[in-house]
């Protein structure tokens, strides 16, 4: 089974991601994490650093270049693994932020996303936006602007794929996040 996980920067994905795969190996199920990052967040630190953002057009190349060499490293170490799969992000995520930023989709992400092998499961984890943004500030490793998290909370939900995208309440405390996205692995996973 590929479960795929998305949402905003403080919603939850890696933490989530995390307690999934701990719960699994507990269970005797062989997982498998992997994380399908761009390097936003280093990127946010260095334009923070200099005082100035890095130009969206520049910032989209660089992140689509990490995040699809990540996700195809990715398809081909779970193409042959039986278990559980569980992704950290995904190219809908680079086509959220080009959204964010008013660029153009472009062809070859989504060719790409029609190529590669289907999740069984995508979840967006939906969190309001201010919520999302103390914890950022609560981690205090990489900085997000409030009304960047909330275009981009918006623009998840303008992308065409988001209506096959299993919506889960992020809010409040992990323990009852974790345990409404297991309901919603369960529930895939069950015969149709």
């Given at each position: 089974?590929?479960?795929?996980?998305?949402?905003?920067?403080?919603?939850?994905?890696?933490?989530?991601?995390?307690?999934?795969?701990?719960?699994?190996?507990?269970?005797?199920?062989?997982?498998?994490?992997?994380?399908?990052?761009?390097?936003?967040?280093?990127?946010?630190?260095?334009?923070?650093?200099?005082?100035?953002?890095?130009?969206?057009?520049?910032?989209?190349?660089?992140?689509?270049?990490?995040?699809?060499?990540?996700?195809?490293?990715?398809?081909?170490r779970a193409r042959?693994?039986?278990?559980?799969?569980?992704?950290?992000?995904?190219?809908?995520?680079?086509?959220?932020?080009?959204e964010m930023y008013?660029?153009?989709?472009?062809?070859?992400?989504?060719?790409?996303?029609?190529?590669?092998?289907?999740?069984?499961?995508?979840?967006?984890?939906?969190?309001?936006?201010?919520?999302?943004?103390?914890?950022?500030?609560?981690?205090?490793?990489?900085?997000?602007?409030?009304?960047?998290?909330?275009?981009?909370?918006?623009?998840?939900?303008?992308?065409?794929?988001?209506?096959?995208?299993?919506?889960?309440?992020?809010g409040g405390p992990?323990?009852?996040?974790?345990?409404?996205?297991?309901?919603?692995?369960?529930?895939?996973?069950?015969?149709?």
């Amino acid at each position: 089974m590929l479960i795929v996980l998305m949402g905003i920067d403080g919603s939850g994905k890696t933490t989530v991601a995390e307690a999934t795969v701990d719960a699994a190996r507990r269970a005797g199920t062989n997982v498998l994490l992997l994380r399908n990052y761009a390097g936003r967040r280093v990127m946010s630190l260095i334009g923070a650093r200099l005082g100035r953002r890095i130009p969206p057009r520049a910032a989209d190349f660089i992140e689509t270049a990490i995040r699809t060499v990540n996700v195809l490293n990715s398809h081909r170490r779970a193409r042959n693994f039986r278990g559980l799969v569980v992704m950290d992000r995904h190219l809908q995520c680079q086509l959220a932020l080009r959204e964010m930023y008013g660029l153009p989709r472009g062809r070859f992400l989504p060719w790409l996303l029609r190529k590669l092998p289907a999740p069984d499961l995508v979840i967006y984890l939906d969190i309001d936006p201010h919520e999302a943004h103390a914890r950022v500030l609560a981690r205090g490793t990489d900085s997000e602007q409030l009304e960047d998290l909330a275009s981009l909370r918006d623009a998840y939900y303008a992308l065409p794929e988001f209506a096959g995208f299993t919506r889960i309440a992020a809010g409040g405390p992990p323990s009852e996040v974790y345990s409404r996205v297991q309901g919603a692995i369960s529930a895939a996973s069950l015969p149709a």
